[in-house]
């Protein structure tokens, strides 16, 4: 490494006047590097380049303007203030201080000659600024700002003026060694995409010329903004990218058929497999066949059946000798799931455990063990299963459910499970969140993907209405006629506070009015702050018909199977998510009976939650409506925070930026096959330590 190259890698205490506070300040900017400073965007600009005259401002317009003063007093109002009235050959307009100092007072003389910078805006004098930056001039031809100024966004105890002064310094390091700071986008990339090249970029958006149109650099359009957006998102593709190349070095055990265990599974099934679970099957068969780990996600609509489709791949890991586990993201899913493997699995001989955080004492002991000699063939529970306390004998397949509900970061925790049987497990990532496929594509840049496009036969889709809160007692009377038929509901409760516990509480008082109101049923009550026991109790209860109606939070968002419930009531659905809708609803719908789901509203409703209430009445196809939730709530909400990262960029915006995602995989490929030195040094320039994580793994 050259001593350039150093300069640019150094810390930022290298600069002139940076000690340790300072230090500490930029940290919380995420800016530890010199080179981190150049990457520091603006927010917006100002535009000191030019004197505006003033009969040509507008209130709200931030300008120089530059004056001769008319006259200037102290004014008593409501609060007293130094006012001084400036005028060139245009207009007129007023500057405002409401703290002022005698010896300023003596500064604007009738005469002299200011020029400053500020704000304009209404006042009781005509257009105002409140105090502006300025100065008093003794020449004509005092220069302007030869580039527009940029704004950064700062913290506490960081001055705007401080922080420009140091991106300065830094872009001063960087012109005076170009090559400490390389270009890794090769230029017939950079020609083919009609990007500026990476120190011609960082100029323009620290510097940008007075004929720049603020608002574009500002809004993220301008092609040197674009060309950084693509390189953040080309390095958080080539990092997935990196992730999955590290795991596939590894040996995953070869698993080249579990037909005859699978064979006997499948006949003791009610149902059929549908012919996109057996496709998706036998592309997870040839994965598991080699002895290289297996990364593939399973998208499939809610109900589509992908649970079938985990305990068949678990059964060639255990006809393979190997050990299966599948992870789940609440305990609720965990428990659901282990109730079905166990009825599935034991009649063949099988081995299920079950393991969850809240799992204690001797109990946690024994299923520990039994994991650890391999008793435990399948074992089924929330994330407690990848701790550092559990041991597998030989883990063949873990199997991810809902994947949303998890980030990269815990599949790679994965890779871990594995080593002390020297083989890295395959892994097979679940999801129903079907979300548009560049974003799929860039999320999921470590995963091949399957998709189950196709719902079991028989399934009436679910009807959904649009009820308003006054409706209630109707809304009362069709839980008692559905339940009176020998049908069951759910009714779930849901509030715009982050609060559990103002949650739970709701769902309590939902449940004892619902008690009063049906008293001939057997109400239950599932919320996240009951014990794991009570929980699986009541969803037990629920499950075999002892309760008629299921009061819950949304802790029975995911993955709850109750063939029997054939109505949901939605309370407040305006302050849930789309995708998050139709999850929930995904609970009913799954006999062969018809469902409906109520979405009880509290009004009145803006247009926008009327747009996205009608959404869920007008189709039940899981794509539509995330394309749907995309466009209403962004990609950031949507993915959510525990994704990828992808929704934590530092520059580029999915949403804004969606054109240059569709090209970011053709990209890389082109990078890789002709410059794959490049792809390192990306990664670490965007993604930094957290790069370095995920490789280490
Ligand atoms: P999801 O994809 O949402 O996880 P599940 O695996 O929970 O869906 O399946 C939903 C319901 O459909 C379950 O009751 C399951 O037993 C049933 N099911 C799955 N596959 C089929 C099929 N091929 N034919 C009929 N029912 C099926
Ligand atoms: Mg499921």
């Known amino acids: 490494m050259s001593a350039d190259t150093n300069a640019l890698d150094a810390p930022v205490t290298s600069l002139k006047g940076v000690g340790e506070a300072l230090r500490l300040k930029l940290a919380r900017l995420r800016v530890e590097s010199v080179a981190d400073l150049l990457f520091h965007l603006p927010l917006r600009y100002q535009d000191r380049t030019r004197i505006t005259p003033i009969g040509t401002l507008r209130a709200g317009h931030e300008a120089v303007v530059e004056g001769e003063v008319s006259a200037s007093e102290v004014v008593k109002g409501r609060r007293r203030s130094l006012l001084v009235r400036l005028r060139d050959g245009s207009g007129i307009i007023s500057l405002r201080f409401f703290h002022f100092s005698p010896a300023q007072q003596q ?4 005469g002299a000659r200011v020029r400053c910078f500020g704000e304009a805006r209404a006042g009781a004098t005509g257009l105002e600024i409140y105090h502006p930056e300025y100065r008093l001039l003794t020449s004509d031809t005092a220069p302007v700002e030869d580039h527009l100024t940029p704004i950064y966004p700062t913290t506490e105890g960081l001055h705007q ?3 420009r002064a140091l991106i300065e310094q830094a872009l001063e390091r960087h012109d005076a060694a170009p090559e400490a700071l390389p ?8 020609q083919r995409f009609a990007l500026p090249e990476l120190h011609q970029a960082l100029h323009v958006l620290h510097q940008p010329p007075p004929d720049a149109d603020p608002e574009r650099l500002a809004s993220g359009r ?3 903004t674009r060309r950084l957006a693509l390189e953040e998102l080309l390095a958080h593709r080539l990092s997935l990218r990196e992730v999955r190349l590290r795991i596939q070095q590894d040996g995953a055990p070869g698993l080249p058929s579990g037909r005859g265990l699978q064979t006997r599974f499948l006949t003791q099934l009610p149902f059929s497999l549908t012919g996109a679970q057996r496709r998706v099957l036998d592309e997870i068969g040839s994965d598991l066949a080699r002895e290289v780990p297996m990364l593939r996600l399973v998208q499939g609509d809610v109900g589509s059946g992908k649970t079938v489709v985990a305990a068949m791949a678990a059964l060639a890991a255990i006809a393979g000798d190997c050990q299966a586990a599948m992870m789940a993201p609440t305990e609720i899913l965990a428990e659901q799931h282990y109730h079905t493997f166990k009825a599935w699995f034991e009649p063949l001989g099988i081995e299920v455990a079950w393991l969850s955080g809240k799992l204690k004492g001797k109990a946690r002991l024994d299923t520990k063990a039994a994991i650890l000699d391999g008793r435990a063939r399948m074992v089924v529970g929330t994330h407690a299963l990848f701790q550092g306390d559990v041991h597998f004998q030989r883990l063949g397949l873990a199997i991810i459910d809902e994947q949303h509900r998890f980030g990269v970061h815990q599949r790679l ?20 969140t079907p979300i548009p496929r560049t ?14 496009d196709e719902l079991p036969p028989g399934r ?3 009807k959904t209405v649009v009820v308003p809160d006054e409706r209630r007692p109707e809304v009362v009377t069709r839980i008692r006629h559905a339940c009176a038929e020998g049908r069951q509901a759910y009714w779930v409760c849901t509030l715009i506070e982050e609060s559990d516990a103002l949650q739970c509480q709701a769902a309590e008082a939902t449940r004892d009015e619902l008690t009063e109101a049906l008293p001939e049923l057997a109400i239950g009550l599932v919320h996240g702050r009951m014990k794991a026991t009570e929980k699986a109790g009541v969803m037990d209860a629920f499950k075999h018909g002892e309760l008629d109606l299921l009061v819950a939070t949304t802790v029975i968002e995911v993955g709850v199977d109750v063939p029997n419930a054939s109505l949901m009531i939605i309370e407040n659905p305006e302050r849930l998510g789309l995708s998050q809708l139709h999850q929930l609803r995904g609970r009913v719908g799954r006999g062969s009976t018809e469902s409906f789901c109520v979405l009880l509203y509290h009004g009145p409703l803006s247009a926008h939650s009327r747009e996205r209430l009608a959404v869920m009445r007008e189709t039940t196809d899981g794509f539509r409506i995330a394309e749907k939730d995309l466009e209403l709530r962004g990609p950031g909400e949507v993915l959510g925070t525990r994704q990828t990262g992808l929704a934590q960029m530092k520059i580029a915006d999915l949403e804004r930026d969606a054109d240059l995602l569709e090209r970011i995989p053709s990209l890389a490929e082109a990078l890789l096959a002709g410059h794959p030195e490049a792809s390192r040094p990306l990664i670490r320039r965007w993604l930094g330590d957290e790069a370095g994580r995920y490789g280490q793994v």
């Open 107 to 110: 500064q604007f003389r009738s």
């Open 161 to 163: 003026a401080r922080l």
């Open 183 to 190: 270009d890794w986008i090769p230029s017939e990339l950079r």
């Open 222 to 224: 301008h092609p040197a």
């Open 413 to 432: 925790a994965l890779r871990e499970k594995g080593e002390a049987g020297g083989l890295t497990p395959h892994q097979l990532v679940m999801t129903a």
């Open 439 to 452: 974003l799929a594509m860039s999320a999921y840049a470590d995963l091949d993907v399957s998709i189950i």
């Open 460 to 462: 009436t889709p679910v």
